[in-house]
């Protein structure tokens, strides 16, 4: 099945640096979110975006969905180690997509002391 | 429960056997997804239902697979005669309805066929 793509595929930080990731699309999309997975567990929503163009904040985390609705990308502000995860885009396709998400393969994100 | 369920956390089976993994929704989700996530990749949409219709099942691959959701509530996701490439993460996300109602998921099946 389809996947976005995401980019970096992982991520060694230093606590405190900013972090930048994004997605992209060949089709278009009406929605465009962000997930993190910690491990064990399952993805939980971070930031949900609904319209191009609009930039949404959640605490240190800024996401945006892109003017040609086939991109989105998400910045997180001086990162601390709980940031550590697997990051995931998702959406919903403009044509066939319904209720249904399409994901990300992922940014792992790993913060250094 | 607060969250989502799934049972059992872990499966193990041979080759051939049917296996069923049972997804315990928030209570009043109308809405119940089904997703496949391989390692190191992001989850894939298998089927969902609103209430106990199945309304999508464009992403079941194979007729091997399939789901329930008699009573609007609990739902089983059945996959007969398990072949090696089934192993992978089962999880199940339920909303409240509608595209933009935020999709919870639960901790996932992992299931290995041997």
């Known amino acids: 099945g389809q996947q976005l793509n995401q980019s970096p595929q992982s991520m060694f930080i230093q606590e405190g640096e900013d972090v930048s990731m994004n997605c992209t699309s060949s089709s278009i999309f009406n929605t465009w979110l962000w997930y993190k997975q910690d491990p064990g567990e399952g993805p939980v929503l971070l930031i949900a975006?609904?319209?191009?163009?609009e930039l949404t904040s959640n605490g240190r985390l800024t996401a945006q969905f892109g003017i040609t609705r086939k991109d989105s990308f998400l910045n997180i502000s001086a990162s601390i180690p709980s940031d550590v995860g697997i990051y995931f885009c998702?959406?919903?396709?403009?044509?066939?997509?319904?209720?249904?998400?399409?994901f990300g393969t992922g940014t792992q994100l790993k913060v250094e002391l | 429960g607060a969250g989502v369920s799934q049972s059992p956390r872990y499966k193990v089976t041979k080759r051939g056997q049917d296996v069923a993994l049972r997804c315990d929704p928030i209570s009043g989700h109308v809405s119940l997804y089904w997703y496949r996530q391989a390692l190191g990749q992001g989850p894939e949409f298998l089927t969902y239902f609103n209430y106990e219709a199945q309304q999508d099942k464009s992403g079941l691959p194979n007729d091997r697979f399939s789901a329930e959701r008699p009573e609007g509530s609990i739902s089983t996701l059945t996959i007969q005669r398990t072949e090696q490439r089934d192993s992978a993460m089962y999880r199940c996300?339920?909303?409240?309805?509608?595209?933009?109602?935020?999709?919870?998921f639960g901790p996932g099946t992992r299931l290995l066929v041997l």
């Open positions: 975006l609904y319209k191009a163009g």
């Open positions: 998702a959406g919903h396709p403009s044509t066939g997509g319904g209720n249904k998400l399409t």
């Open positions: 996300a339920s909303s409240l309805g509608g595209s933009r109602e935020t999709q919870y």
